[in-house]
């Protein structure tokens, strides 16, 4: 079974960085994009950044400024670099793959606070 898992959230204050990270493992098939989206506490889940194998990446306006996605393919893991933290970023921040044969695998989410 493909294995999402992500660590680097916490809690910091405004302005402050956070590096999350995100390893796919026991994947059969090669991963197309790699995303990162996020869950505030009665909102509904939304897209925060996306990159595609060999392809662009995609940021939300509320982050593109602020915010840097990136991936290593040799280890199959996606990094978001968020800088310049606001207490509206506070989520969980989920990490989703899509395998070449379009099946998504969601990670279990990592919180990230942040405090004004």
């Known amino acids: 079974q493909v294995q999402l898992v992500e660590s680097g959230g916490g809690l910091v204050q405004a302005g402050g960085s956070l590096r999350l990270s995100c390893k796919v493992s026991k994947n059969k098939f090669p991963i197309t994009t790699m995303g990162w989206y996020r869950q505030a506490p009665g909102k509904q889940r939304e897209l925060v950044a996306t990159v595609t194998k060999n392809g662009p990446t995609n940021l939300a306006n509320s982050v593109k400024e602020r915010f840097t996605i990136s991936r290593d393919y040799a280890v199959d893991t996606v990094y978001l670099q968020m800088n310049s933290l606001k207490p509206e970023d506070t989520a969980v921040y989920y990490c989703?793959?899509?395998?070449?044969?379009?099946?998504?695998?969601w990670g279990q989410g990592t919180q990230v606070t942040v405090s004004s």
């Open positions: 989703k793959a899509i395998m070449w044969t379009g099946t998504e695998y």
